[in-house]
C-alpha cells in the first residue's frame, strides 16, 4: 500500500502565527512518530503514539507544540505563536506496532520556514 | 556525550570499493539498530535493521553490531554513484523512540 503522507510538503508562515502539520501513516500501522530535522543532523524525537493517546510527548520543546490522533490514524502537529527556530524539517514516520525492533518509516516531511 | 554519535565525513570512495560507515552508542541497555539512507532533500530510507551481536547482510549492505563495545557499522560494498547520500545511525533505547547519530554524508566518484 502507501507509504506514510504528510502535508504541506512546504510551509512558510511569519513569526508569532499558528501551524498545523498533518501525517497520514501506512494503514494498518497503530504506531505514529513525530520527529524534527534541522540541517546537519539527525531527527530529534518529538512525540509518539500508540492508538489515539501520545504516550510520549517527552520530546516536544515547550507548551507552544501540541499533537493529536483522534481517532487513532491521521495525526496533527500544531505549532502555536511560532519563532523563527521552529523552522526546520518535520518528518511523521508509522511502524506497524511499538516495541522491540519497530521498524520505523518515513514520511517526505514538511519543511517549515518561519519568517 | 552524544546518545549516538558517528563520523560527519564526507567519506569519498572510489566506485565499486566499499565504504566502511561506523556508529558507537551510549545506551548500553539498546536493543534495535537501524541504518537509514538519506538523499539531499529527501526523507530517511530504513536500508538495514540487526538486533544480535554479529553480522546481517542485505544485497552489497552489511550490517555489523558488537553491543558489548556499543558499536555497530555499516558496510557498503561495490560502492555506485547511486550510494551518495547521508547514512544515519539509529539506536532504539526504549523500544519506541530512535535517537539518530547526525548521519555519515558517502561521497561515491565515478
Known amino acids: 500500500g502507501a507509504g506514510v503522507s504528510q502535508t504541506p510538503s512546504n510551509k512558510v508562515t511569519e513569526k508569532g502565527k499558528y501551524v498545523e502539520l498533518r501525517c497520514d501513516p501506512i494503514s494498518g500501522h497503530t504506531a505514529l512518530y513525530w520527529y524534527r530535522q534541522s540541517l546537519g543532523q539527525g531527527p530529534e524525537f518529538l512525540i509518539y503514539f500508540q492508538g489515539t493517546g501520545a504516550a510520549d510527548d517527552s520530546g516536544l520543546p515547550n507548551d507552544r507544540f501540541f499533537a493529536v490522533r483522534p481517532e487513532g490514524s491521521v495525526s496533527t502537529l500544531k505549532i502555536q505563536r511560532t519563532e523563527r527556530g521552529d523552522s526546520a524539517v518535520y518528518l511523521c514516520?508509522?511502524?506497524?506496532?511499538?516495541?522491540?525492533?519497530?521498524?520505523?518509516?518515513f514520511g517526505p516531511g514538511t519543511r517549515l520556514t518561519v519568517l | 556525550q552524544k546518545e549516538v554519535e558517528q563520523n560527519s565525513g564526507p567519506l569519498s570512495v572510489p566506485e565499486g570499493a566499499i565504504a566502511s560507515l561506523n556508529c558507537t552508542y551510549s545506551?548500553?541497555?539498546?536493543?534495535?539498530f537501524f541504518w537509514y539512507r538519506q538523499y539531499s532533500g529527501k526523507s530517511p530510507e530504513l536500508i538495514m535493521s540487526?538486533?544480535?551481536?554479529g553480522d546481517k547482510e542485505d544485497g552489497r549492505f552489511t550490517a555489523q553490531l558488537n553491543k558489548a563495545s556499543q558499536y555497530v557499522s555499516l558496510l557498503i560494498r561495490d560502492s555506485q554513484p547511486s550510494d551518495s547520500a547521508t547514512y544515519l545511525c539509529?539506536?532504539?533505547?526504549?523500544?519506541?523512540?530512535?535517537?539518530f547519530g547526525a548521519g555519515t554524508t558517502v561521497t561515491v566518484r565515478a
Open positions: 514516520a508509522s511502524s506497524l506496532i511499538a516495541g522491540p525492533g519497530n521498524e520505523q518509516f
Open positions: 539509529a539506536v532504539n533505547p526504549n523500544d519506541y523512540k530512535l535517537s
Open positions: 540487526i538486533y544480535s551481536n
Open positions: 545506551d548500553r541497555g539498546s536493543q534495535s
